[in-house]
């Protein structure tokens, strides 16, 4: 079974450019999560979906941040403009809840870099 | 809301030797409690978890992890270091039933000395 997937793993962009992050979940995961982690801080939340619908979004720091989960299968993470605090690694995880045993598989992050 | 602090960003150990990464959590209700780890270049994965069954749990790699409610700690050990553990280890907390978001720790980087 394919894990997480993340595109791209790396992205070099300069400031007030636009961005566009892709995650592909694990096949049959109706949960997608979105996480980031700026350099010396720790994974923050950014937003989840259940299928298509934003069931938390708590987390997004700006309306700079657009999330799409369009059918319910993959994911986008679109930042515009970008700003130099907006590098960082974006993990995607997923999850197929089931009871209270759930489990988010996470992906290898893209990696942000604004310059 | 719930919290998570890890003592120590860097531990060093010999091979060979005990591993304890310690985790402290801040939660109103009880919590679901995780350890992740990410190998250099690679994403997380997930070493163990607590759920409210045993407070001992055992995970992959030789790793477990002791659910201290009196203590709010769910530290992480290793009787014995490997060169293979060395990474960045990830605690987090989630409350409540259902999918829930995690909050994470700051991370340990746990570095194996030969």
């Known amino acids: 079974e394919a894990g997480v997937t993340q595109f791209p793993s790396h992205s070099v962009i300069e400031k007030g450019q636009t961005v566009t992050l892709r995650c592909d979940p694990i096949s049959g995961h109706d949960n997608l999560y979105w996480y980031r982690r700026v350099m010396g801080k720790e994974i923050k939340f950014l937003l989840h979906?259940?299928?298509?619908?934003?069931?938390?979004e708590s987390g997004m720091p700006n309306n700079r941040f657009l999330a799409e989960r369009t059918g319910g299968t993959y994911s986008t993470l679109k930042v515009q403009p970008a700003e130099l605090e907006d590098s960082g690694v974006y993990f995607c995880?997923?999850?197929?809840?089931?009871?209270?045993?759930?489990?988010?598989?996470f992906g290898p992050g893209t990696r942000l870099l604004v310059l | 809301a719930q919290s998570v602090t890890q003592l120590g960003s860097h531990v060093s150990v010999s091979e060979g030797a005990l591993v304890l990464l310690r985790c402290n959590y801040s939660s109103s209700v009880p919590p679901y409690l995780f350890w992740y780890v990410q190998y250099p270049n690679q994403g997380l994965q997930l070493l163990l978890k607590y759920t409210s069954a045993a407070t001992l749990v055992k995970g992959i790699n030789g790793f477990e992890a002791e659910f201290k409610k009196s203590e709010t700690s769910f530290h992480l050990t290793k009787p014995s270091a490997h060169m293979s553990d060395a990474a960045e280890y990830f605690c987090?907390?989630?409350?409540?039933?259902?999918?829930?978001?995690?909050?994470f720790g700051q991370g340990t980087r746990l570095t194996i000395n030969p």
């Open positions: 987090a907390v989630s409350v409540g039933q259902g999918a829930q978001k995690l909050v």
């Open positions: 979906f259940v299928k298509e619908s934003k069931q938390d």
């Open positions: 995880a997923s999850s197929q809840w089931a009871g209270s045993d759930e489990t988010q598989y």
